[in-house]
């Protein structure tokens, strides 16, 4: 075995025998996004170069790595069936399926847009409400329509009392799983179509306006449920995180917990195609409907690779336990080949623009309750990352996000239905966007398998 080789198995932390050629960034769980960054980082030190963007992005396989690192000539022709193969984007990474308006990412500069304006520009100066107005119809309201949006999600707050009944019966799930399942049971309570007929979008706008109201208070029912309380229902002039934040703490929130929930929803409201927003995008893409599509997209954005990861991040703060262990942390963590929560983005080789906006909040948190223990050991762990950052592995929307959830008083298993909250918004635009111009998604897959095969009817 070369010595690149045992460079490859000794940093990603697996048996030297698994070093093929056929060996991919992402086709084993070790080779992470933040295996791939340390890989570089090996390779610069072990080899004396710079690994650029455009070289990290080329050296994406064992056998680009080795020809990188000389230490294998490549096969100058493919095989005949290799060459005969479609080429295949595991995980359609890099592909573009449609046209967007709503979302604009740059990942290498940072950038976040919704509709043309800066996430910086909306998080400091916008309400949720304006957020998801601009999402839905394409442009900031005016005074005028945001009253009549700000009516319409007030309108939607109460939820059937058969919905409330199955979130009392779900007391004892997990949250994600309660909000999924009463998520779903919404579509038998909403305006029924006739037999035969697609919801319309006029419809499907409808649903999904209700759904951005709709869900918060499904979050907050379950977790009074499951406290032992009755939902304690908001004043009906409070706005959209005042009153979401009023039903789940079972109290008037501080101002500043309004100011965070306000700009968190805000920073979490959309993000392109991501893997729930192409969910809901598959499902709506069908005719399913508004409230099938965002059940689909609760459904895959409970996964712990995708929104699921929020929730992992909070318990980074007690497994380092204090901000002198950061580093020692950090590095025990990369010795087993473990990412380490919190860091890392698959579009952005930056750091996440929506991070500072949480960070600051954190910090007024923080402050308010008298408490920074949690701030300093997060700051201490990012420092410890520093090495990484260049390289795109930089703190993400989720480091600091479940901090606060945590300075609210607030059970780390809600983290990720906290995220849903904001995210409705963007899911009802991106299906909307869809439905306006709709194609049936349907990918392919290359088949390499067997062929041919004779069913052994003699055997029998």
């Known amino acids: 075995m070369s010595s690149v080789d045992r460079l490859i198995a000794r940093t990603l932390g697996i048996a030297e025998d698994r070093v093929t050629d056929t060996l991919e960034y992402q086709s ?19 080899y004396g170069v710079v690994v650029d963007d455009e070289r990290l992005l080329a050296l994406r396989s064992v056998a680009a790595i080795r020809a990188f690192a000389g230490g294998h000539t490549p096969k100058t022709a493919p095989a005949p069936e290799a060459a005969e193969r479609t080429t295949v984007h595991r995980g359609l990474e890099g592909i573009s ?9 740059d990942g290498a500069a940072g950038t976040l847009e919704y509709r043309g304006y800066s996430i910086h520009d909306l998080a400091e100066h916008a309400s949720f409400e304006e957020v998801g107005y601009l999402l839905i119809h394409g442009e900031l309201p005016d005074a005028a329509a945001l009253e009549t949006f700000e009516k319409e999600l007030r309108a939607a707050r109460a939820l059937p009392g058969p919905v409330l009944d199955l979130a009392r019966s779900l ?19 909403g305006p029924q179509r006739e037999r035969g007929t697609d919801e319309t979008y006029e419809q499907a706008r409808e649903a999904g306006i209700a759904l951005i109201a709709q869900i918060p208070m499904i979050v907050a029912a379950h977790h009074a449920f499951r406290s032992g309380r009755e939902p304690l229902v908001p004043a009906e002039e409070t706005s959209h995180a005042d009153a979401f934040l009023t039903a789940l703490l079972g109290e008037r929130p501080t101002p500043a917990a309004v100011r965070f929930l306000n700009k968190g929803l805000i920073v979490h409201a959309d993000h392109s195609a991501n893997a729930s927003a192409f969910t809901a995008r598959v499902a709506i893409g069908c005719r399913a409907g508004m409230t099938a599509a965002l059940t689909a997209a609760v459904a895959a954005f409970g996964g712990s690779v995708h929104g699921g ?13 204090s901000p002198e262990r950061a580093g020692t942390h950090v590095a025990e963590l990369r010795r087993r080949g473990e990412p380490v929560m919190g860091f890392g983005h698959r579009v952005y080789r930056t750091e996440d623009p929506r991070v500072r906006h949480l ?6 948190l923080s ?24 390289h795109g592995v930089a703190p993400n929307v989720d480091l600091y996000a479940g901090l606060a959830y945590r300075l609210l008083g607030l059970p780390d298993d809600l983290a990720v239905s906290l995220f849903v909250v904001g995210r409705t918004a963007g899911w009802v635009a991106q299906a ?8 049936l998604i349907r990918p392919l897959l290359d088949y390499m398998g067997p062929q041919g095969r004779e069913f052994p009817t003699a055997a029998r």
Not at 97 to 105: K, N, Q
């Open 359 to 364: 960070r600051a909040t954190v910090v007024e």
């Open 171 to 189: 007391a004892h799930a997990r949250p994600m799983e309660a909000l999924r399942t009463c998520v779903s049971a919404l579509g038998a309570f």
């Open 367 to 390: 402050e308010e309750r008298g408490d920074t223990r949690g701030l300093d050991i997060l700051d201490a762990v990012s420092a410890a990352m520093q090495p990484y950052h260049r």
């Open 97 to 105: 399926f449609d046209h967007t308006s709503i979302t604009r990412i």
């Open 309 to 321: 990861a929020a929730e992992r991040v909070v318990g980074l703060i007690d497994q380092v336990g």
């Open 28 to 46: 084993i769980r070790e080779w992470d996004s933040l295996g791939h960054v340390s890989l570089m980082v090996a390779l610069e030190g072990a």
């Open 432 to 439: 909307l966007e869809q439905q306006s111009n709709n194609v």
